[in-house]
């Protein structure tokens, strides 16, 4: 009975020993298999002094390069990162989140390997894909806001045409977001008035908010809720003077609003100009224009990422286009308009099939003998053709290239020298170093959030250096 | 019929990894790896040690092993474990351990494994499920999105749920009920770590023991009530028990 209470003691003294062992064993190896990064092997050297950078904790210059300490704001709350740089401060090594709440299964997926291992090895700064690193351009068109303000006034009691007018932002802010306003106008009121902004890849974020993956505060209006209560009241207002606007963009104009609203403003002026004539809607390069008779093709020229090459065949006869066809085409000879007929290619399970929304296109192309008919929102879809929810900048740009030679007018070339500037802008991009990442899918706000710690990272270390 | 699979070390890891695919296939795997360890414990030791130290010994050994476990598999993963977790998993080691003591697996291994299983699928079926409605992914990878999806998929109170509907399909497929299981176990530790909501009136430590108090207590009301419902065989014990702690979830989170 004794040697069995003995057996008993050193069995769980056994056992106990090995289970801080496995625990510790076990701390060890989570460590080198998920966080290896140089963050946490670098020895530092060198403390830097911090004092006066706004948002870098800690800093030190150590064996292999630089490690910087991150601070910063996040979607739910702050994100404390690593990051580490070779000795050139310009190339990341690692980066490691320490400490983020970010929401479970979405933004806090900014800590996993998956997103963290794409800045291992590149060149700062990093960016996500439509997010602009230069700081100038935001203090650009903040500069600019003012003087769009002073415009409003010839908008009081101008005659507005009847239609829909668009307008968007050119570039996508710091978020990604393109920004869209519409009007309609009728009777030479407006009737109706929407603002919404959209990402690279679709998402709304009137939808976002929705959903709650885009909040403003805890308790007051959704993103979706405040833009549709401005729209409401430049109806109820007939005129944009009614929204006036603090330092930051905010006005008491509207209840329930708090966001800001200088971008709605802008681009809704910009549709009232266009609706009272101030400002020229895209004209029609082609307008007044003979057309040589013919037939006229343009494709692409490179598949595009399915393996499509698009074609559009227009006819010229006596002047006019009598007929018009837009196809796609893959390297075995594969039609699109075949494929989406014998369901190969499915757009929407009850709407019109690729093929019928191609053709529609081509018969209203035919109705108006023009393009300018056809405007688009910021994913190249658009509204001025019934049952076509397809992206129609392909079949634009083809048939443009098929106008110009029909008509020997170079439509692209006065926009090219119109805009040098945006030209210049463009090729800045190009030429722009850094690199790109993937955000999170979801989590958008803490995926800029993290690329935005990493470029205050880069920033100290230039300004140190 | 006894049940084989530790039903209350489920519950706990249902509601702490089912917002994911990725993190349920490894918390599954890693409860039934440690049940088996557990049991494979208590039957090496059994007959050796008096009973005092066979329980010490099995529940020091599974929970540790459990959290090591957990550690490492979410480490390879890239996902974070938190401190708050980590202590988590070792309660769910526990309950593994628990489960093996209570000789309720009767060194069948056979049967504990495959009725594991079958827990294991339904975890992640319904983990699929919530994550497609949460954020219109699976496994990570973004399938579509669209304005039913709501993030409000992936909190508490759907785990609970999940928990809940999982051990009542897998009672219902092998024919088996909870009975013995001890809900609060599961429920009360996941309520330490998820509150429903925040007050800001009173802030530290009053403030934390009050929204951990007040679903414990109001979950221990219904299950004084829920002994006198007349519920089905399946959803008997400890299932209903978890719904419910998901409703009083869903009415707290309001405030």
């Known amino acids: 009975m004794k040697n069995k209470e003995v057996k008993g003691i050193l069995a769980l003294v056994v056992v106990t020993a090995l289970s801080f062992g496995v625990i ?16 946490q092997s670098a020895e530092a050297l060198e403390e830097l002094d911090v004092s006066g950078a706004e948002n870098i904790e800690k800093a030190s210059k150590t064996s292999d390069g630089y490690l910087v300490t991150v601070r910063t704001k996040g979607y739910v709350g702050d994100i404390v990162m690593d990051v580490a740089f070779d000795e050139s401060a310009s190339k990341i090594t690692g980066v490691q989140v320490v400490e983020q709440s970010e929401t479970d299964g979405l933004g806090s997926k900014i800590a996993e390997a998956e997103f963290l291992d794409q800045f291992k090895g590149v060149e700062a700064p990093v960016y996500l894909p439509g997010m602009d690193v230069s700081a100038e351009t935001d203090s650009a068109e903040e500069e600019a806001a003012p003087e769009e303000a ?59 908010s929705e959903n709650g993956e885009y909040t403003m505060t805890e308790d007051g209006l959704t993103w979706k809720e405040q833009a549709e209560a401005l729209a409401s009241a430049l ?74 090459t698009d074609v559009v065949t227009l006819t010229v006869k006596d002047g006019a286009i009598t007929e018009a066809s837009w196809d796609a085409v893959t390297e075995d000879g594969s039609k699109k308009s075949i494929m989406s007929e014998n369901g190969e290619y499915t757009m929407t399970e009850d709407g019109l099939t690729w093929k019928e929304q191609a053709e529609a296109l081509a018969s209203a192309l035919i109705e108006n003998q023009s393009l300018s ?93 | 019929m006894k049940l084989r699979y530790p039903a209350e070390a489920f519950a706990l890891g249902i509601v702490l990894f089912s917002a994911g695919m990725k993190e349920a296939f490894a918390a599954g795997i890693l409860v039934i790896f440690t049940s088996v360890f557990a049991e494979l414990l208590k039957n090496l030791l059994e007959k050796a040690v008096p009973t005092w130290s066979l329980k010490f010994c099995v529940y020091i050994a599974s929970g540790s092993v459990c959290a090591s476990a ?67 992914s699976i496994f990570g990878n973004t399938v579509f999105t669209a304005s039913f999806q709501s993030k409000a998929f992936l909190n508490t109170t759907f785990a ?63 299950k004084q009530t829920l002994k006198f419902a007349r519920t089905g065989r399946f959803f008997r014990g400890l299932p209903v028990d978890m719904l419910a702690a998901g409703f009083i979830y869903m009415i707290l989170s309001i405030y």
């Not at chain 1, 701390?27 to 080198?32: E, T, V, W």
């Not at chain 1, 009847?162 to 009728?186: H, M, Q, R």
């Not at chain 1, 006065?414 to 190009?430: C, F, I, L, N, W």
């Open chain 1, 235 to 308: 109806i109820e207002n007939q005129s944009l003077s009614f929204l006036n606007t603090d330092a930051e963009g905010k006005t008491d104009a509207v209840s329930g609003v708090s966001i800001s609203v200088n971008g709605f403003i802008d681009l809704a002026a910009q549709c009232m100009k266009q609706a009272a004539g101030l400002e020229d809607a895209p004209a029609d390069p082609f307008a007044g224009a003979t057309l040589t008779d013919g037939t006229y093709e343009a494709k692409t020229e490179a598949p595009d990422s399915n393996g499509f």
């Open chain 2, 70 to 136: 957990f550690l490492t598999g979410f480490a390879v993963l890239g996902t974070v474990l938190t401190t708050e977790l980590w202590i988590m998993v070792f309660i769910v080691g526990l309950l593994c351990g628990k489960h093996a003591l209570s000789g309720n697996t009767d060194s069948e291994y056979g049967e504990l494994l495959l009725e594991s299983a079958f827990v294991w699928g339904l975890w992640i079926l319904f983990t699929v499920f919530r994550e497609f409605l949460g954020s219109g």
């Open chain 2, 160 to 222: 609970f749920m999940e928990a809940g509907l999982v051990l009542a399909s897998v009672n219902g497929i092998l024919k088996k009920d909870c009975k013995g299981m001890n809900s609060l176990f599961p429920v009360v530790p996941a309520m330490f770590l998820f509150h429903p909501f925040t007050v800001e009136s009173f802030a530290g430590l009053p403030g934390t023991v009050w929204v951990i108090a007040v679903p414990i207590l109001l979950f221990l009301s219904v």
């Open chain 1, 373 to 465: 008919f056809l405007n688009t929102d910021a994913e190249g879809k658009t509204d001025a053709v019934s049952g076509v929810s397809i992206s129609v900048n392909g079949f634009i740009d083809l048939a443009t290239r098929c106008l110009e030679e029909a008509s020997g007018i170079q439509a692209s070339q006065p926009e090219a020298e119109e805009a040098p500037e945006e030209e210049a802008a463009s090729e800045e991009t190009a030429d722009m170093t850094g690199t790109e990442i993937d955000a999170i899918s979801g989590a958008t706000m803490s995926s800029t959030a993290a690329v935005t710690g990493i470029n205050e990272a880069y920033d100290f270390l230039q300004t140190v250096k």
């Open chain 1, 24 to 39: 510790i064993g076990s701390k060890s190896l989570a460590i080198s298999a998920g966080g290896d990064s140089a963050a």
């Open chain 1, 150 to 208: 002073e415009d409003l006034s010839i908008l009081e009691g101008a005659s507005l045409a009847d239609g829909t007018y668009e307008a968007k932002t050119e570039a996508p802010d710091s978020n990604g977001f393109i920004d869209v306003v519409t009007l309609t106008v009728k009777d030479g009121a407006i009737t109706e008035a929407s603002w919404d902004a959209v990402t690279e890849d679709g998402s709304k974020k009137s939808i976002m």
